[in-house]
């Protein structure tokens, strides 16, 4: 089974560019999250999607960040304009329905953005 | 704010050993638990969770314990092995917040010959 995908794997910008990341999550899986890990830190969730819904979206700075899953699959997470403390990794995971305490969540690799 | 965090940032011990790695959360209303090992380079993967029904839960090579008196959680690492050496986070989820995950700030596990 292929597990989460993103892209790209890397990214530096310069502070005020924009820059977008795009996840594949396991297929079939319902519920797609977008996490913020800045170095030395755990995950810190910024999105939760079930299926194209939005189910949690209180810690998305939503005046630069915002993300989308237009058909309930693929998901993009963009920033703009950003700013140097958004450097950090970006995780996406997945899981089959999202349900607490029976669905594991599956981590992808993340994107690694840098901001100059 | 409620937090949940861990006892040591580093933990060293040598191959064969058994290794325990504590993280304390603060929420009494978190009724799910669960560890997450990453390597550097890779996403968090799930080793095992456990529900604030139970106190212990086993898996392959690594039992968690759950202390709701003091809000305690640790996993134990049986024979550790190098393949072990990664970063250890403990995550919280509790109702109010949907099925969101707070995560602790981890520990650094490293195994040495």
């Known amino acids: 089974e292929a597990g989460v995908a993103q892209s790209p794997r890397y990214k530096i910008i310069e502070k005020r560019q924009s820059v977008a990341f795009w996840c594949n999550p396991i297929s079939g899986h319902a519920t797609l999250y977008w996490y913020q890990q800045i170095l030395g830190q755990g995950p810190k969730l910024l999105i939760q999607f079930q299926n194209n819904g939005v189910v949690d979206d209180s810690q998305l700075p939503k005046d630069r960040f915002s993300a989308e899953r237009l058909k309930g699959v693929d998901s993009t997470l963009k920033i703009q304009p950003a700013k140097l403390e958004d450097s950090a990794v970006y995780l996406c995971?997945?899981?089959?329905?999202?349900?607490?305490?029976?669905?594991?969540?599956?981590f992808g690799p993340g994107t690694r953005l840098t901001v100059l | 704010g409620e937090s949940v965090g861990l006892h040591l940032p580093t933990l060293s011990v040598q191959e064969g050993d058994n290794s325990i790695i504590n993280c304390a959360y603060s929420n009494s209303a978190s009724d799910y638990f669960i560890w997450y090992k990453q390597e550097s380079g890779k996403g968090p993967q799930f080793i095992i969770d456990?529900?604030?029904?139970?106190d212990k839960r086993q898996g392959q090579r690594v039992t968690v314990l759950l202390n709701k008196t003091v809000k305690h959680l640790s996993l134990q690492i049986a024979a550790t092995q190098p393949g072990d050496s990664a970063v250890y986070f403990c995550?919280?989820?509790?109702?109010?917040?949907?099925?969101?995950?707070?995560f602790g700030k981890g520990t650094s596990l490293l195994v040495t010959p």
């Open positions: 995550a919280e989820a509790y109702s109010n917040s949907g099925y969101a995950l707070n």
């Open positions: 995971a997945s899981s089959l329905l999202g349900n607490l305490g029976t669905d594991t969540q599956y």
């Open positions: 456990i529900r604030s029904n139970m």
